[in-house]
């Protein structure tokens, strides 16, 4: 794998758990879920991928943790969005829209 | 600990997933047995997910440090004024740190390189007086040694620091030696560097081996490090012995200031000094055996401690005339060797404490140097760290960036200050201490100097950048992108000004100490000694290490003292075994006919012993009675000349003349006292002077002791030196003469000046630089205080102000800063007045002239520093200033 193809999937994961978190706080599963819910099953999240992605971006400071219940009384580890986060999303967001546009452009031209 | 933490941490929570995806299915209906093999099948194997987590973690953690280090050093080359600028205050403040912390480790923290030190200890009896005895006999070792082998593997005993002659090929050389028990060297763990070490015999008797085992570096100086010295016959005071061996480099004997320069079998004691002949049987015997001790694997030194009690209580009753031990303990063995007197080392502690808080508060200097420039950049790349929080970057992100890069600087700051704290130290080890015993002033970087200055270096990083890395990453871009270039720093300058503030103050508390310091060596001296040291020259020798006996010694000593008085040029010349602030001191313990000693109390006076003219060489006056003559000889009766503060102890100051007294360990023998001499000061110079007395030399020698010439002359020193030596070798060709020096310099001893000599040195040059420091700090934020007012300046001016106006403002700002920063000093210099004080003479640690004085010198100085910032501002054309932004 080159590097740029890295960092586009990364950047695309990274886009997706952040859109995800935007709604309020998640547990790793409910990432998952939430991921494959608003893509409509295009995108399925692997533990694998999910926990050192979420793991990276909570030490980049874009997300926080912290321990709560899940819904069946499970000590579970919950994820939100940090104010640097927040604004991570907004870049990525209108980063993403350019280049698709930039690529549907090029693509219908 | 954290890391542990976070492991479990994240295996709970991969687990978790898994529990919960297995739910999920037995949810929607799948058998739970079933729902928990796909849950891990989709998984993928926990160990797995967590190892890529963890080394996506630690990958992300390196790659950040690898960028933070790069775009740290291109800031710091992109800014080369202000990196050198900042690396070399650092290195000014790191350097005094490691400089002191060297000495520190030298005095308190390096061990003699012995084996399992931690299990090594000495013994010390506590007298009935309240005193400290770590001198024991012969027998005494050989019961104590007997009776603790319940906790102790092993005790040795050596005599330690004995002064003798080492003749080879010729030459007649001084050597310090320890006598030592055959398993000194296996007690301690020693190994040899070249042959064998002394070793165990059945039993410590005066048949033992002539053989004598060399000091490295004696070995090295002296026999040029030729390994053909084993099996060299050499004299020890004149008696042949073999040289067997040589001890390892770096070991200096059993502590690690003085330098052990050769090793005897303690059995040779009785044979190459006369003062030791029964020291074997003898339990009164003057001369200390240091009791050194190994402590039995597992054993504890506390539980040592009841042990030694009940021996101590079984010989004192035992032995009660020369026994007289309240309690007998040990001592876990220190740097400086078997501790004597357990209150002397807490002393240097304090001095030790002392200059660390003093060194460290330079390096705070330094830092709030380097922390304000930080800082002025700081609100330059506010912008800068604004954009970049607004693409993303998290704030903990930026922030550790920032302190990346002061992390560099501290780390740069850090290498070029062990450099000149390398240069300092040696520095200090090249001073003269002028005396004659082996003192090791090596304050050589070990890895403790280099942890210390690291971990300072650390410290420095996070206190100079932690502040404007804080201040940088604050700013909200909106407000910031809209704000001009003047009223963005605004809020910076009071920041500054409080920084600077506690620069002046803690400027101001360094200069006062060191104020103090100075004026107590001013005061020491210019002290009254009660004598007078100016065209005195002291020659020293030793008969006993050319291997005379006693007969000999007197005869020499005697026909010595006519020659030299009789020199051209010679007014009055005297011998005395020991010389006021030297190395060597006697004292004895008496008894006085019709004094009655509380219980408890100690009748003690310490002595010299000199010959007829030594009061008129030294210029002590008589206030009654008579001085000795040369008919106070061996045979005639006993007699004394007794200073005033004996005669005011011991008989109220009635006269003294022709009362009697005697030593405590030979009642037998009265004293006669025939003269009182006004106070005159032995050895220190401040406390009180203590009772005093004087022998004659002919009536209280032995001949074993170093004995000094004392001549008083208008002669230059060098003339002086030639005819004293040539009379000397005319009468003893090979008599060592082991040290020559003006009674002058033979105050700056530790005894005498030294101590406050290099205090002083020491605290004014911390002084000096935190003045140094201080006033970079004071021009600093003054002149960017101006500039910043350039416009408001130019607007002022324009509508007619005066110059000398402009000067009063930018001045009225300095003069906040600078008063301010005095009124926190001399606080916190009250503060820290009470830890000083016990180190100085003569002197208040809340002296107002020295408050005054330095506050004064402080505030002109810093004033200086505003002025040219001033006149800078006061010639500010209008229209310039006006188009400036």
């Not at chain 2, 099996?231 to 390892?248: C, D, E, Q, R, Y």
């Not at chain 2, 005339?321 to 357990?342: H, I, R, Y």
């Not at chain 2, 330079?362 to 950049?377: G, P, Q, S, W």
């Not at chain 2, 005669?647 to 009635?654: Q, S, T, V």
Request: aromatic letters at 8%; glycine letters at 8%; a neutral charge.
């Amino acid at each position: 794998m080159t590097r740029e193809q890295t960092e586009l999937l990364q950047g695309t994961l990274d886009m997706l758990i952040l859109k995800s978190l935007a709604l309020g706080e998640m547990h790793g599963l409910g990432i998952s879920r939430r991921i494959e819910q608003i893509t409509r099953g295009t995108f399925q999240v692997k533990p694998g991928s999910l926990f050192p992605a979420l793991h990276r971006m909570e030490e980049e400071g874009w997300l926080e943790a912290s321990w709560g219940e899940s819904e069946n009384n499970r000590r579970a580890k919950y994820y939100r969005l940090t104010k640097a986060g927040k604004r991570q999303l907004e870049t990525e967001t209108q980063r993403w829209g350019r280049i698709s546009l930039a690529i549907e452009r090029a693509l219908e031209a | 600990m954290r890391r542990r933490r976070a492991d479990a941490e994240l295996d709970e929570e991969v687990r978790g997933y898994v529990e919960m995806l297995a739910e999920e299915k037995i949810r929607n209906g799948i058998d739970a047995q079933e729902a928990r093999r796909e849950a891990k099948m989709e998984v993928g194997g926990v160990e797995q997910v967590k190892e890529q987590t963890r080394e996506i973690r630690a990958g992300h953690f390196l790659e950040t440090l690898w960028q933070d280090l790069r775009y740290g050093a291109r800031m710091l080359r992109k800014n080369p004024g202000f990196t050198i600028v900042a690396v070399l205050t650092l290195a000014l403040g790191i350097g005094a740190n490691t400089a002191i912390f060297s000495m520190v480790d030298w005095a308190t923290l390096r061990m003699p390189p012995v084996a399992k030190p931690e299990q090594v200890a000495s013994l010390i009896a506590e007298d009935t007086y309240g005193g400290w005895d770590d001198g024991f006999s012969y027998p005494d070792f050989a019961d104590i040694r007997s009776q603790s082998t319940a906790v102790f593997s092993d005790v040795a005993g050596a005599i330690i620091f004995a002064q003798d002659g080492l003749s080879a090929d010729g030459n007649n050389e001084p050597i310090w030696t320890n006598y030592v028990t055959g398993n000194f060297f296996q007690t301690i763990g020693v190994k040899p560097a070249l042959g064998s070490l002394i070793q165990p015999l059945p039993g410590n008797s005066a048949d033992d081996e002539s053989v004598l085992v060399l000091g490295y570096a004696y070995w090295k100086e002296h026999f040029g490090g030729d390994p053909r010295v084993i099996g060299k016959s050499v004299l020890i005071n004149g008696h042949p012995v073999a040289i067997i061996g040589v001890a390892p480099a770096g070991f200096h004997g059993i502590t690690s200031l003085l330098d052990t320069q050769g090793y005897l079998p303690l059995g040779m004691a009785a044979v190459t000094s006369d003062a030791t002949k029964d020291f074997l049987t003898n339990r009164k015997a003057s001369t200390g055996l240091t009791i050194i001790t190994r402590l039995k694997p597992g054993v504890a030194l506390t539980s040592a401690q009841p042990v030694l009690k009940v021996i101590g209580q079984r010989l004192s009753a035992q032995y009660p005339s020369t026994d007289k031990w309240k309690n007998l303990m040990a001592f876990a063995l220190s740097p400086t060797g078997p501790v004597d007197d357990p209150q002397s080392d807490s002393i240097v502690k304090v001095i030790s404490a002392l200059f660390l808080i003093l060194a460290g508060l330079v390096l705070i200097l330094a830092c709030l140097n380097v922390a304000n420039l930080l800082l002025a950049r700081a609100f330059g790349r506010q912008r800068e760290m604004a954009v970049r929080a607004a693409v993303g970057g998290a704030r903990s992100r930026l922030v550790r960036q920032l302190l990346t890069e002061s992390l560099l600087l501290a780390l740069l700051g850090c290498v070029a200050g062990i450099a000149l704290g390398s240069v300092a130290s040696r520095f200090m080890g090249s001073i003269n201490i002028h005396m004659t015993i082996p003192l090791i002033l090596d304050f050589q970087f070990d890895w403790r100097v280099f942890a210390y200055a690291f971990g300072v270096a650390a410290l420095t990083a996070l206190l100079v950048g932690i502040t404007p890395a804080l201040r940088a990453t604050r700013g909200d871009l909106n407000n910031l992108l809209h704000e001009n270039a003047r009223t963005a720093t605004a809020g910076s300058f009071r920041g500054r000004s409080a920084l600077v503030i506690a620069q002046v103050g803690g400027s101001l508390m360094l200069l006062i100490v060191a104020g103090l310091f100075v004026r107590s060596l001013w005061n020491a001296e210019h002290a009254n000694l009660g004598f007078d040291p100016s065209n005195v020259v002291n020659f020293t020798v030793d008969p006993h290490q050319a291997g005379y006996n006693e007969a000999q010694s007197r005869e020499f000593l005697k026909t010595l003292l006519p020659r030299v008085s009789a020199l051209p040029g010679a007014e009055t010349a005297a011998l005395a075994a020991t010389v006021p602030m030297g190395g060597i001191h006697y004292g004895a313990e008496l008894k006085i006919d019709g004094y009655q000693p509380s219980p408890g109390e100690d009748v003690h006076a310490g002595y010299n012993a000199v010959s007829p003219r030594y009061f008129e060489t030294l210029r002590i006056p008589l206030l009654g009675g008579r001085v000795f003559l040369d008919s106070d000889n061996e045979k005639s009766p006993r007699v004394a000349v007794i200073n005033e503060a004996m005669a005011e102890k011991y008989w109220h100051g009635e006269d003294p003349i022709g009362r009697n007294f005697a030593l405590a360990d030979n009642p037998q023998n009265p004293i006669e006292v025939v003269g009182e001499v006004k106070n005159s000061r032995a050895s220190h110079v401040a406390g009180p002077i203590n009772p005093y007395l004087y022998f004659p030399l002919t009536q209280k020698y032995d001949y074993q002791e170093s004995v000094t010439l004392q001549l008083r002359t208008h002669l230059p020193l060098a003339t002086a030196n030639r005819e004293v030596l040539g009379a000397i070798h005319s009468l003893a060709p090979v008599m060592p003469v082991l040290e020559i020096q003006t009674m002058t310099e033979a105050l700056d001893t530790i005894n005498g000046l030294l101590l406050y000599q290099f205090g002083a040195a020491l605290a004014a040059s911390l002084g000096i630089l935190g003045l140094a420091l201080a006033v970079v700090g004071v021009y600093g934020v003054v002149s960017y205080g101006a500039s910043q007012r350039t416009h408001e300046i130019g607007i002022r001016m324009a509508l007619g102000a005066q110059p000398a106006q402009v000067l009063t403002m930018i001045f009225r700002q300095g003069i906040f800063i600078v008063s301010s920063g005095l009124v926190a000093g001399i606080l916190a210099a009250a503060a820290i007045a009470r830890l000083v004080g016990n180190f100085l003479s003569g002197v208040s640690p809340v002296d107002p002239l020295t408050y005054i004085s330095a506050s004064l010198l402080l505030a002109v100085i810093a004033l200086l520093a505003c002025y040219i910032p001033a006149r800078r501002a006061m010639k500010v054309d209008p229209m310039v200033a006006l188009r400036y932004e």
